[in-house]
């Protein structure tokens, strides 16, 4: 299936090639990875996880855009499709591990921030990391915006365990 902004002929009309970015299947589907990495590894540092290859299987190339769609299709969210090939991929690196991906969180936590941060960064059209670097929260962490260039970068995103 096709949209508008699939489409060469009338992407630019509806759309910047920026905000297209921002919203494409793989951009989304690695903000909704860096969420479950960024879960994991704050709950392993506090003991509530065990220290995991959660974090480490949250690359966006490790999963099946394909599967992902279907079974958005089938109950019409996003997320939890994302949370189960997490946990699949989890349970072949360590069995029994992946039943705490997405611990704690509700694919609604998810979405919510997910399509905040989608939406703030096309109407303002800019890119993510600066929307993140003015956070209160972010600024408040100390997190650098080298930190926040790689993790907004899916290109060389492979999970916040690895920085």
């Not at 540092?45 to 065990?50: A, L, M, N, S, T």
């Amino acid at each position: 299936m096709s949209t508008v902004i699939d489409c060469p002929v009338f992407r630019d009309i509806f759309s910047s090639s920026a905000s297209s970015a921002i919203w494409s299947d793989k951009t989304r589907t690695s903000y909704y990875l860096r969420y479950e990495s960024a879960l994991a590894t704050v709950q392993a540092r506090f003991g509530i996880i065990p220290a995991s290859a959660i974090a480490q299987k949250c690359n966006v190339d490790l999963f099946d855009m394909e599967e992902l769609e279907k079974e958005k299709h089938k109950i019409g969210h996003p997320v939890l499709p994302v949370a189960k090939q997490l946990v699949q991929l989890v349970n072949e690196a360590e069995p029994g591990l992946g039943d705490r991906a997405h611990w704690g969180a509700t694919t609604q936590d998810v979405t919510d921030l997910i399509y905040d941060l989608c939406r703030k960064a096309a109407q303002e059209d800019r890119p993510l990391v600066d929307l993140l670097s003015e956070d209160e929260i972010v600024l408040d962490s100390g997190i650098t915006r080298n930190v926040l260039e790689l993790w907004c970068d899916p290109a060389n995103y492979m999970g916040l365990s690895q920085r």
